[in-house]
């Protein structure tokens, strides 16, 4: 078992930063594949980004690339989105998710996931 618990959510003006932080009780946090996803009113959850177990590669969706960064300390049991940038549309619940063995095509299905935290409310004002 995985518990996940996000911080680092608020109210940020457009063109400002955040960034988020999940940290992970439980065994073997190195072992996952770690991911944000988000979800805005009367929307889909969307994948936003992941890192793999290492922190060797990572990987974004197109709507935030150059923008968020992904990492993790695996000695902290920690992993970390980094937003600049922040638009309107970025306003969202954000996620963490934990799965084992994800290969990269299954990197943005929220099934592919194990474990999720409750969620930490970003909010982008105009």
């Known amino acids: 078992q995985v518990q996940l618990v996000e911080s680092g959510g608020g109210l940020v003006q457009a063109g400002g930063s955040l960034r988020l932080s999940c940290v992970a009780s439980?065994?073997?946090?190195?072992?996952?594949?770690m991911g944000w996803f988000r979800q805005a009113p009367g929307k889909d959850r969307e994948f936003v980004a992941a890192i793999t177990w290492s922190g060797d590669s990572t990987y974004f969706a197109d709507s935030v690339k150059g923008r968020f960064t992904i990492s993790r300390d695996n000695a902290e049991n920690t992993v970390y989105l980094q937003m600049n940038s922040l638009k309107p549309e970025d306003q969202a619940i954000y996620y963490c998710?934990?799965?084992?063995?994800?290969?990269?095509?299954?990197?943005?299905?929220?099934?592919?996931?194990?474990?999720w935290g409750q969620g930490t409310l970003v909010t982008v004002s105009s």
């Open positions: 998710a934990a799965g084992l063995l994800v290969v990269e095509r299954a990197l943005s299905r929220s099934n592919s996931y194990l474990y």
């Open positions: 439980g065994r073997s946090f190195s072992s996952y594949t």
